[in-house]
């Protein structure tokens, strides 16, 4: 067997024992390792994710806590509604017209806070340029009467290699 099928094989394997914790089907190269507990913290960044690629700000917003604190490329949104009066209806716009791809993806709990991280790759438009980003996010939520609620969201992204 050549090296390049061993490998082939060896990570088909690997990727066959994913933790039943994952959130989505694993391709191969997604990794997951979100714990048990973190589950449905996670779904909400989901939801949040999909609120926005929907163009349902409205939505969207109720996944975030009232006093969310946004960083984003050096900025920082202190609140919800500054969010929503700044950059919400853009993210909304880029996610509606780009394509997200998450490579990586974990999860923790400890008490009422939950972090989430995930890693990817978003292609889309950047004015009349077609554009290719690495991304990163932090989700960190708190579990209050409502349910996980999104309290600080970090993003970070940076063009991709060159083919």
Known sequence: MSRALFAAAATALLMSATPVFALQTV????????????????SVVDAFHAALEAGDTASALTF????VMIFEE???????????????QADASYAAAS????T???GWVDGDVAWITSEGSTTGQAGNSATTRLTVE????KRG?????IQHI???????PAA
């Open 27 to 42: 391709e191969a190269a997604q990794v997951l390792e979100v714990a048990p507990e973190a589950a449905e913290a996670a």
């Open 64 to 67: 975030m806590a009232e006093d």
């Open 74 to 88: 050096g900025g920082a949104e202190r609140s919800r509604d500054e969010y929503a009066s700044h950059h919400l």
């Open 99 to 102: 394509e997200s791809t998450m």
């Open 104 to 106: 990586r993806r974990a």
């Open 138 to 141: 932090t989700m960190v939520l």
């Open 145 to 149: 009467q409502e349910g996980w609620r």
């Open 154 to 160: 970090h993003w970070s992204s940076r063009a991709a």
